[in-house]
């Protein structure tokens, strides 16, 4: 039995991983297609200039295609690029050239890239490994997110596939819930 929310964390951590190991990659592509539409649906994105969303890596669900729509849509698209000592900012992408492999081999947007000041976000899509039903989710435990969202006052949503969200989710005092977790 853990003892403390880190090992609380680690262990929910590996079950996740386990479990969405067994899921198709069929199960995969309806469950991100449908969370791409109900995110495209939502008023606060329908109305967003500019917006943060992330590359979904591993078991995350596939954001490419929200990336393409939504620059296709003459949104201004921000992807995270990590900074040192754990930080984050968010810079201004046009498509995937200017990408470059991030601290973690994730495409990140290159320095040549223009920053989006978090005040001039409407909306970020926060990613995670699961989430709960008051909105606060499960990272892969770099608290990157945690400490951006702690300044932001704009609109907030998680993809959760239904499997995934959780009665409640380990968490203290540093972790910042979304306002909205979306299903599939």
Known sequence: MPSTIAEEKAELRAWIQAE??????????????????????????RLARTLLLFWGVGTEPDTLPLIDELLAQG????????????????????GREGLVPGAFRIPEPGEDCPVAARDEIDVIL???????????????????????????????????????LLD?????????PVRLVLTD
């Open 75 to 94: 949104k201004r698209v921000a992807l995270p690029r990590c900074l040192p000592h754990r930080g984050m900012e968010a810079r201004l992408i046009r």
């Open 20 to 45: 969405s190991a067994f899921r198709s990659p069929a199960a995969r592509r309806v469950s991100d297609a449908a969370l791409h539409a109900r995110f495209l649906a939502l008023p606060q994105v």
């Open 168 to 176: 409640r989710v380990p968490r203290d005092e540093r972790d910042v």
């Open 126 to 164: 926060v990613p995670n490994l699961c989430c709960d039903r008051e909105g606060y989710r499960l990272g892969h435990g770099g608290g990157y997110y945690d400490r951006y969202l702690a300044g932001y006052r704009g609109f907030t949503v998680a993809f959760c596939p239904r499997f995934l």
